[in-house]
């Protein structure tokens, strides 16, 4: 089985910085592909981030040179450091693996003045 257990989230300034981390338990993370999503008040969630087993990254349009997805597989925890964060990040954050797809409960981040 596998837990997935973000932490990191919380109130910040536009323009300010947060780091989301995913703690994972069981035997599937090394070879997993690992998902960031978000979902704001009114929308769908939205896949916001992916790095595959091997480090390949992907990023949505608009957390393009703002977010960083990275991993530390001895450690099982994939972190999203977001910067320059803008009202419009406003979301509950969810860590995800691709297949199976497991998720976490959410963070929050609020970005406001």
């Known amino acids: 089985q596998v837990q997935l257990v973000e932490s990191g989230g919380g109130l910040v300034q536009p323009g300010g910085s947060l780091r989301l981390s995913c703690a994972a338990s069981?035997?599937?993370?090394?070879?997993?592909?690992m998902q960031w999503y978000r979902q704001a008040p009114g929308k769908e969630r939205e896949l916001v981030a992916s790095?595959?087993?091997?480090?390949?990254?992907n990023y949505a349009d608009s957390v393009k040179g703002r977010f960083t997805i990275s991993r530390d597989n001895a450690k099982k925890t994939v972190y999203l450091q977001m910067n320059s964060l803008k009202p419009e990040d406003t979301a509950v954050y969810y860590c995800?693996?691709?297949?199976?797809?497991?998720w976490g409960q959410g963070t929050q981040v609020t970005v406001s003045s």
């Open positions: 069981g035997i599937i993370f090394s070879i997993n592909k």
């Open positions: 790095i595959g087993s091997g480090g390949v990254t």
């Open positions: 995800n693996s691709q297949r199976p797809p497991y």
